[in-house]
């Protein structure tokens, strides 16, 4: 298993439509967990037309399986379920009530390591970070992780601090990158510069087929070869070329728009 988390520095810049999006495009056997405190997406949006039957309890009911202090391996299977119309992409849902956030805290490490041992890879929407309910080990556990933000003024001056943080936090293990949201009046170079991490990817800003992500929209006719989609395969492919060990799949033959190059983590300043 490969661990890569998906982040924002709060402004909603997208970050669970681009988690989303790397999981339904990503090339190989994939799973999606819900790990934003602050409550989940998916299922009252993209799937919202697409069950068939329960979803059963996802991630607060593994917490939940947690709290009888025994040490049992995680039964992490028992709460995923495959998203239906999306070959190889399963889902661990999020909690849908953000009060139930509290209840996480003691999850975060044993789910990391049931993750560890987990086969396929894994994309991990962590949400806004920066707050005492932030997820720890698992940005401690990914092997890459990916801060989302529109290049503005507001984002980047909330995204620096953070990074910063994360910086100390990984302690220089594996990677931090960044993917931005092409609606802001900076280019991406001048982001890199004042963030000093290098960004992997330039999404279009594009509501129109976001929307199918994030609010289960019906796609336009031309939706699975938007620029949007074919961004969203670039990036997976260079988020997993981030990690020696996972095998670079093909080259950006899709002319995808990609660019080559106060707060605090977990309440640490």
Known sequence: MT???VVSAGGSPGVTTTALGLAVTWPTKVLLAECDPMGRGVLPGFMADRLSESAGPGLLGLAMATESGTRARLPLDDYVFPVPGEGAVELL??????????RLGTLWGRLAEALASREGDVVADLGRIGGRDTPIDLLGAAETVVMV?????????AARPRIDALKDLRGGRGTIRLCLISDGP?????????LGTPVLA????SPDDA????DGASPRRTFKTSLLLRSLRCMGRRLRATVPTASEVGGDTDGAVLSGAGAVVGGKR
């Open 3 to 5: 661990l890569y988390c």
């Open 93 to 102: 849902h999020g909690v849908r009530d953000p009060r139930h956030g509290v």
């Open 149 to 157: 933000l529109k290049p503005t003024l507001r984002q980047v001056d």
């Open 186 to 194: 900076h280019r991406a170079v001048e982001v890199e510069r004042v």
């Open 202 to 205: 330039e999404l279009p800003y």
């Open 211 to 214: 929307s199918v992500f994030s």
